[in-house]
């Protein structure tokens, strides 16, 4: 009884309810929080995605902008390139401008021994058909040896004309009537040449033709080694003959060297004008001084 009274005294325990098992809960939350979030979003195609097809106006803007980048690059070569000849252009004439002062003093300095040798020229064309050309003797010897020496020739710089031709550099002259002046100037240098030619021809007929008339053993004397320089004989000395045939020989060759040296003297003249011109020309196109 005591046992039993005992039971009945405790209190009974509790019949379990309808508990969702701890399995389901989890499988419940984890179903729930398994589920992906769905956001409605607007997707765009990016213009260069593969799937996205271009737009004619698309096409043609990227040619155009293809198109003006090769068409800048070539202008900026072009530019580039014309700067290089323009400057090759100014190196080239600057020398020519040098030659062509060069040319000046030559031209001058020939213009002037020319009118001298011309004149001595003249003097003793004179004397010699004099019938006491005795008397004049010292004078004789020294025009008849001093008109061959310090005349020259004229011979033009070409120096950079000739570079400039042969590198085919005369294109990068700009200015036409420039470019004509100075193919004209440079054409007139195988004249000059062949003048010169006809000059030393004379001057060696003559000289060979002296001898027969001179004394060539005075001739000697009155050379000076240093500084090089024709003295008049110190006295009188006569001539080797008088023959009046052969005097007369020798003033037809003293004629034909003075008319090529008035002909070619002429040419310097006239050259020297054309020189200053060109000279001219230069600095106003290009500023030089």
Do not use: C
Request: proline share 4%; hydrophobic share 35%.
């Amino acid at each position: 009884m005591n046992d039993e009274q005992n039971m009945a005294d405790e209190p009974a325990p509790q019949e379990p309810g309808p508990i969702q098992s701890v399995d389901e809960n989890i499988s419940q939350q984890s179903s729930s929080d398994s589920q992906p979030t769905t956001i409605s979003m607007e997707v765009h195609k990016h213009p260069h995605h593969v799937t996205h097809k271009k737009k004619w106006a698309e096409y043609l803007l990227e040619f155009f902008m293809l198109f003006l980048a090769v068409f800048l690059g070539f202008i900026a070569e072009n530019i580039r390139e014309h700067k290089v000849e323009r400057n090759r252009e100014k190196e080239y004439l600057r020398s020519m401008f040098e030659d062509l002062k060069t040319d000046t003093s030559t031209i001058n300095t020939f213009y002037n021994n020319a009118d001298s040798a011309i004149n001595k020229i003249d003097s003793l064309i004179t004397l010699l058909r004099r019938p006491d050309r005795q008397k004049y003797g010292q004078t004789l010897y020294y025009f008849a040896r001093v008109i061959t020496t310090r005349l020259g020739r004229i011979v033009l710089t070409d120096r950079a004309f000739e570079e400039m031709k042969s590198s085919g550099s005369l294109r990068l002259i700009n200015n036409e009537k420039l470019s004509d002046s100075i193919s004209h100037y440079y054409a007139e240098q195988t004249r000059f040449k062949e003048q010169a030619e006809l000059q030393i021809i004379r001057m060696t007929a003559y000289s060979e033709l002296v001898t027969e008339i001179f004394d060539g053993a005075v001739f000697q004397q009155m050379l000076q080694r240093f500084p090089y320089k024709i003295k008049p004989p110190n006295s009188n000395p006569p001539l080797l003959t008088n023959d009046p045939t052969l005097i007369n020989k020798l003033i037809g060759q003293l004629h034909y060297y003075s008319a090529i040296i008035v002909i070619n003297s002429s040419f310097a003249k006239q050259k020297s004008e054309h020189t200053v011109n060109l000279i001219e020309m230069l600095k106003k196109e290009y500023n030089f001084r």
